[in-house]
């Protein structure tokens, strides 16, 4: 891509190594980038200026949080603070750091391809959201959860999108919780009202945009030319949320919290979560270069009962599961009891 891009995130040490991810793979895909990096804590900031990575633009709590937030933060958990300040650190970077747009991106996305074919989408409107696009058995749940995802917004150093902002910000300052009051889910809730509040808001239509646990289910996942496809368009970037890292073993070596669905094959396991899980242990090891005892976003392993029985548990899937559940499943009982270990 010829043209700069600015991008902004938020993380703090237990999301590091998504966020070092995050930043690898925009490396790979694009030319001209800034990533804005709200650093949540202190040892992030000062691990990610011992990386001294390039494109990077890295901001403090000190610098960013104005007295209304300091005041919000006394009175909300550190989750919900984090949902809280979602609209705040794109109107901070478009009011204070002098660029003609900003992306805002989750820490736990992942670039399969270039966001090039977005911004083309989108042309010259000043708002870009994306919908969760739920599968039909999860349709409903958009009640509660609501139409759109966090996951990436785009905003236009523009009066529309500036008052979007300052809108969104305000009711986020306000209420940002996801019990109580249907229709206002965290900060993501409040998406749902922008296309009739502002002009100038743009739904992507892209599929390989956001491609999510909440909305693969179902879609063909294929290779083309070397390219991910996922249905007819190219997978842009997937939203690992909710994905768990363990260290390294023979039982999960890619580690994934759900264990369940990572026992076998799969077209989304070896093209989607593999490479995820292979660049966050490389982004592990970048880390330790300059932190050797870290351990923050890595999952503490379950020990071997609790392991090999959730293994068998899920082996319903196998031409086995016969023998499984007759023999084995009996033999995990007595481990679990420990009457043989």
Known sequence: MNAHLNFCTLFDKGFLIKGLALHHSLSTHIGKFTLWILCMDDLTYQTLEKLRLQNVQLITLKEFEDDELKEIKKTRSQRKYFFTISPSLPLYILTYKNVEHITYLDADLYFFSSPEIIYKEMGAHSIMIIPHNLVATRKAKEKEVGTYNVGMLIFRNDTYALECLHWWRMQCNLYCDDTERPGHYDDQGYLDYFEEKFKGVYILKNRGANVAPWNIQGMPIYTKEKEVYVGPDKLVFFHFSGFGLYPRSMILPYGPQTFREYTRSSPAKDLMYKPYAQCLYQMLESVRTVEPDWQ??????????????????????????????????PLLKKIKTKQLL
């Open 296 to 329: 923050y976003g890595v999952i503490v392993r379950p020990g071997f009962k609790q392991n090999s029985e959730q293994f068998f548990n899920n082996s319903i899937y196998y031409p086995g599961r016969r023998l499984v559940k007759t023999i084995l499943s």
